[in-house]
């Protein structure tokens, strides 16, 4: 340490055992609050003891660093270079272990780990200056004028005052704030894994540099993104960054099945990028039974904030027995302009080009991606823009992916618009193309205008919330499987398709999707059964022809016409091989060809359709549970192709004053359509449409098997009594399809509040009664959405919450005798919720097993979605409930819970789907009802995939029992305790392991194992040291009955869930606590109570638990991974979501007596490393972890 400068000359060496730190700070800060002064006597060295946790730099100019040296430490440990500017010319060398190079301002405190990363920057004076010399660090200019004169540097001072480098002549500034890196940094080590080169500060450039952190899997490499970064400060990240065209980064993973690294480049104002990286994947993989895990390429994003530009030489992300890598582009608005891209090219000739004086003065850069080095990016390629992406005019994309496994295509993806929130369009000149070989192609965008596209068999997806408009798209294959198109446009136009696959294999599949017109202007020819014939789409594939499905918007008023583009329709012929449409042609209505591979897709007529023809069926009666199979004798079908009016004889409706307009399309005439034990549903409605599904009775199926249609009717201020069939079901409720009776709130705002207040108040009470807690102020309607929307804008997530209740769900018994109203929720003319008549109100949950489903979904902004699930009573989803934890919980019984998973999503989640997926919802977290809080969410599924492959999740007891803040948990460390061994309970082996790994490699901290996990020892852990999270590896049980039969097992105690308070987590309030080893008495009330309870009762923001007691290695394989993407994505719920994606893809498991996960591998305690090879995918060993209280 030396406040003044430090200079490191080319003959400069190492001779330490441990890590090196060469700072220009004035003191160093110690665990325990004391300092170790540049200025002073230091007398009580005595004290300086532990790890250090701070640099101050009192100055207000602090004192640069020049290292032309080679200074190398032994493995696994670390070199820091910490001043006011650094400049590296020379060599570091920390063979699997971590280099820090960064640049801090005057006047400031650098907070830092125990693993040495910085965690983030203060800018205020950080101590008194009171008592210590005044002096004035050298700049360095004067550094290399004066104490450094005759000192190889590599560096050279000129005259006019400036600096520059001694090999190349590049002049550099010298201000504060500066890093340069012109030498090398080198991490890389075939044995050790957690490689990191991290350089910071103010302004960066990389010139004529090697950054090399490869090894047995690749490393990370951070420039100007600080990796511990905390929103609330992000001082340490760069404002400017340039890498010139000779610096190399390699992040290359070695050793068989190892994946390449990471990289980030990023600033906050101007990122300049001309060099190359690598981050490929092993080249081999080994051939073990049962493992499928192959070497991936990296990860590599070069971003900013506000000005992006993208030269680079050589981009390699390729996995030759792997998937290939990504490298993501992330802007406010993209252009893609010419550009060389042409290997070697000098600075001064490169349209792109900018001196390195000009960018890191914020003088020069036109934001723009060259389009020739984007095409010789080997890898997929991410282009995602806040607003706009533009391919400048004249200007073509050519991919030709030139030594890419053909056995592993690339993807090429644009998203305009990616924060969702101002608009943005994709565009370019429509007289150029995009060609691919095999590349995937997906733009998104609210209005895309693209040219020509050919994929040579990549699939091509385009999105546009408005206008769609291409020229040709051509996904045909010569050889092999012709590409998927998929067009979904509020309007779309394009010239034609093409998707043909290969003589031996089949055409892809084409789906059009708009709520407008979609016209195919152009043709080409093909030959349908030998014959030259002019298309506008085919899909003709030597092996079969893929599916045309065409929706448009026509609503049986605009037909869709084949040989006419005007409006609606294709200029040519509609072929797949098998079928093919020749024009003339017109539909008016909804068609599919005999062979069922084209479809032409409409909505509804607005209006009254002539007859022309009758369908005539007869006595179709459903017996008492739900709707049966008709026998085929009772149907006779007279006119199938024909459209009809319907008449109901046995539907009656309460009058109703006013005008109907039917909308009704190819009926049949019913003369008896019976039911028993109807349910009566009332709804007030005004201006608003009746749907009532009527179900599809022309077919010898069963009724409930069939999708109903719908009959809209204009109606009036009314009540509307309708008669529902109960279709109770005898038989699996896995059969049948729910029905949902959907109330809109736009224009009930008050009933939205009273809603969420009603259903807030009544959960809420039961957790009060349950944990013996009082007087909690009620969330508003308003206030919910206020703090989902700060939620929104400090994490880029979109959450909704999910309220699942069974109405009536409770019922009030109150002094005033205030009654519920019809909707079972809110009376008449609710009362403001205070104390005063919550004590007054005593609500129940009434255990009425025929109540119904219902969903309230809120979110950050506009109207409440409720929607009651016809059919899906308690008794109905509590049963599949029960039914799907036994089976998740038999591991032996492999995948018999997957029907039971598919039902409960299409009872809790299909309802409101749609809906998400409109607003874009990435996040969930459910408020449920008795019964429901133990299920394990993660493992719902829809058929084709688990919940959490889409949303991440959370539990909350209620809103008004959570705190809803965001905090970056990066900046905590963690106590973690544990016990191995118990007197009365089983072992737990794997928890030093874990214990270990938390607060050493995945995280920073302090454990205490065994005899040391106490109350009392974790109490002055905490008054120590406000540890932000709290991790117990222990056994926990939540039981039936009161929450004191409920506890947590420590070394010498069974602390009850009421006593939780003694452990004082909330003083200062703990961000997360976990609990890695914990049982639910699943489906009990009072369990459950307590389980969902848990974040309130042990005064946490956030708790982590599991329902049941997952295995030891199963436990291990989650948490390990928890940590480790708790780093990367600093939201709770979203690093848990990973975690249980990646044992769900194999990417964490058990191998020759290692914990192997995507960061390396890890030897298991002795009573694991005994066990088989072990894959962790079954939701058995992840689905039973739940985020409780505040998932982010």
């Known amino acids: 340490m030396n406040p003044a400068g430090i200079i490191f000359g080319a003959d400069a060496r190492l001779n330490v055992p441990a890590s090196f730190t060469a700072t220009t700070a004035t003191g160093i800060g110690f665990e325990d609050g004391n300092w170790f002064d540049a200025f002073g006597d230091n007398k009580r060295y005595q004290d300086l003891i532990g790890e250090p946790t701070s640099f101050a730099f009192d100055l207000a100019q602090p004192g640069s660093i020049i290292n032309a040296g080679d200074l190398e430490v032994p493995d696994n440990q670390r070199i820091a270079l910490i001043g006011g500017s650094v400049i590296n010319t020379g060599q570091l060398n920390a063979p699997g272990g971590n280099i820090t190079i960064a640049a801090v301002p005057g006047q400031s405190l650098v907070k830092i780990s125990q693993s040495g990363n910085l965690l983030n920057l203060e800018i205020d004076p950080p101590r008194t200056l009171d008592g210590q010399p005044l002096i004035t660090a050298l700049d360095i200019p004067e550094l290399l004028t004066g104490p450094a004169q005759g000192v190889e540097t590599g560096l050279s001072a000129n005259s006019n005052g400036t600096v520059q480098l001694t090999d190349s002549g590049t002049i550099v500034p010298t201000e504060t704030g500066t890093t340069i890196v012109s030498g090398t940094l080198d991490v890389s080590n075939q044995e050790l894994r957690r490689r990191s080169v991290t350089v910071l500060g103010d302004r960066i450039a990389l010139i004529d540099a090697t950054i090399n952190s490869s090894g047995s899997n690749g490393g990370q490499v951070w420039i100007g993104k600080n990796p511990q970064d905390n929103p ?420 009656n409706f309460n009058p109703i004053e006013t005008n109907p307009i039917a909308e009704i399309t190819n009926t049949n005439s019913i003369q008896s359509l019976e039911q028993s034990d109807p349910q009566l549903v009332t709804r007030k409605l005004s201006n608003s449409n009746l749907e009532v599904e009527i179900p599809n009775t022309n077919s010898s199926q069963s009724l409930a098997q069939s999708e109903p249609r719908l009959v809209t009717r204009k109606l009036s201020n009314s009540t509307l009594e309708a008669e529902i069939p109960n279709t109770n079901s005898s038989q699996s409720p896995a059969q049948s399809e729910p029905r949902l009776v959907t109330r809109k709130l736009s224009n009930s705002t008050l009933e939205a509040e009273a809603d969420v207040k009603q259903l807030e108040g009544g959960f809420t009470y039961a957790f009060e009664k349950h944990l013996g807690i009082s007087k909690t102020p009620i969330v508003t309607l308003e206030e919910a959405q206020a703090h989902l929307g700060k939620i929104e804008t400090i994490t880029g997530l979109k959450p909704a919450i999910i309220y699942l209740f069974f109405k009536p769900g409770f019922k009030a018994e109150t002094t005033k005798g205030k009654p519920f109203n019809s909707k079972g929720l809110t009376s008449t003319k609710p009362e403001r919720e205070t104390t005063e008549n919550r004590q007054k109100t005593r609500s129940h949950w009434e255990e009425n097993l025929d109540t119904q489903l219902e969903l309230l979904v809120v979110t950050a902004s506009g109207t409440v979605i409720r929607k009651q699930v016809q059919g899906a009573t308690r008794s109905q989803v509590l049963s599949v409930a029960r039914e799907f934890q036994k089976s998740i919980t038999n591991f032996e019984s492999a995948n018999v819970y997957l029907p039971l998973a598919q039902q409960l999503y299409r009872w809790l989640i299909s309802p409101v789907e749609q809906e998400l997926k409109a607003k874009k919802i990435n996040n969930l977290a459910f408020i449920m009802d008795v019964g429901l809080r133990s299920l394990p969410m993660a493992a719902l599924h829809d058929g084709t995939g688990f919940i959490v492959e889409r949303y991440s999740l959370g539990l909350m007891p209620t809103l008004s029992l959570t705190n809803m803040n965001y905090v970056d948990i990066r900046k905590f460390q963690v106590l973690a305790m544990g016990a191995s061994y118990f007197k009365n309970k089983n072992p737990l082996p794997a928890v030093p392991v874990e214990l270990s790994m938390v607060t050493e490699k995945l995280w920073s901290g302090k454990a205490l194992l065994n005899e040391a996990f106490t109350v009392a020892n974790l109490r002055k852990a905490r008054a120590s040291q406000p540890f932000g999270i709290v991790h117990l590896a222990t056994h926990s049980e939540f039981l039936a009955g009161k929450p004191s039969n409920s506890y947590i097992q420590l070394w010498d105690t069974k602390l009850q869930l009421n006593q939780l308070h003694k452990l004082g987590l909330s003083k200062p309030k703990v961000e997360l606590l976990v609990l890695s080893a914990c049982r639910t008495a699943l489906g009990d009330e009072q369990a459950e109570l307590g389980f969902a309870g848990l974040a309130v009762l042990a005064g946490v923001k956030s708790a982590l638990g599991s329902l049941w007691y997952v295995s030891d290695e199963g436990t291990l394989g989650l948490m390990t991974t928890f940590y480790e993407k708790l780093q990367e994505v600093p939201v709770k719920a979203e690093a848990i979501r990973k975690a249980q994606l990646n044992l769900l893809r194999g990417t964490v498991r058990l191998e020759r007596g290692q914990l192997v996960t995507d960061q390396g591998s890890f030897p298991l305690p002795p009573a694991l490393a005994k066990l088989p090879d072990v894959e962790l995918r079954h939701p058995y060993y992840w689905s039973a972890f739940t985020l409780i209280g505040n998932p982010w």
């Open 232 to 651: 609330d400060n992000v001082k340490l990240n760069a404002n400017r960054t340039f890498v010139s065209r000779d610096s190399v980064i390699k992040v290359d993973g070695q050793a068989a099945d190892r994946d390449g690294g990471r990289v980030t480049v990023w600033s906050e104002e101007t990122t300049a990028f001309y060099g190359d990286i690598t981050a490929r994947g092993a080249q081999e993989q080994t051939s073990q039974a049962g493992s499928d895990k192959t070497p991936d390429g990296g990860t590599v994003e070069i971003s900013s904030q506000q000005t992006l530009i993208f030269d680079g030489k050589k981009v390699d992300l390729t996995a030759p027995v792997g998937q290939n890598g990504t490298i993501t582009f992330d802007h406010n608005n993209i252009t893609i302009v010419p550009g060389t891209g042409i290997a070697g090219q000098q600075l001064g000739d490169n349209p792109l080009g900018f001196d390195v004086m000009e960018i890191l003065s914020g003088d020069g850069g036109t934001p723009g991606l060259s389009a020739n080095a984007l095409e010789q990016v080997l890898g997929n390629i991410v282009l995602n823009a806040s607003n706009d992406i533009t391919i400048a005019p004249n200007v073509s994309l050519n991919f030709s992916d030139q030594g890419v496994s053909g056995a592993n295509p690339l993807s090429l993806k644009f998203t305009a618009n990616a924060d969702g929130i101002d608009g943005g369009d994709f565009s370019m000149d429509p007289t150029q193309s995009i060609t691919t070989l095999g590349r995937e192609i997906t733009i998104d965008g609210v209005n895309v205008t693209v040219g020509d596209i050919n994929t040579d068999g990549g699939a091509i997806t385009i999105t546009a919330s408005e206008t769609l408009s291409t020229e040709e798209l051509n996904s045909s294959a010569t050889v092999g499987k012709g590409g998927d198109v998929t067009l979904d446009g509020g309007n779309i136009q394009v010239s034609w398709i093409n998707a043909q696959g290969g003589s031996d294999r089949k055409g892809g599949n084409v789906e059009i999707t708009t709520e407008d017109m979609f016209t195919a202007t152009d043709t080409f020819n093909t030959l349908i059964e030998g014959k030259e014939t002019a298309v506008s789409i085919a899909t003709v594939g030597g092996d079969g022809g893929g599916k045309i499905t065409i929706g448009h918007g026509g609503n049986g008023q605009t037909p869709f016409e084949v040989g006419n583009s005007s409006t609606n329709g294709t200029e040519g012929a509609i072929s797949t091989g098998d079928s093919t449409i020749l024009p003339p042609g017109s539909f008016l209505t909804s068609t599919i060809s005999d062979s069922g591979d084209i479809e032409i897709k409409t909505g509804e007529p607005s209006s009254n359709l002539t007859s022309q023809g009758q369908a005539m069926a007869t006595n179709l009666i459903p017996n008492s549970n739900r709707p049966t199979q008709t026998d085929s004798n009772e149907i006779e079908e007279q006119s199938t192709k024909r459209e009809a009016d319907l008449n109901l004889n046995k539907m």
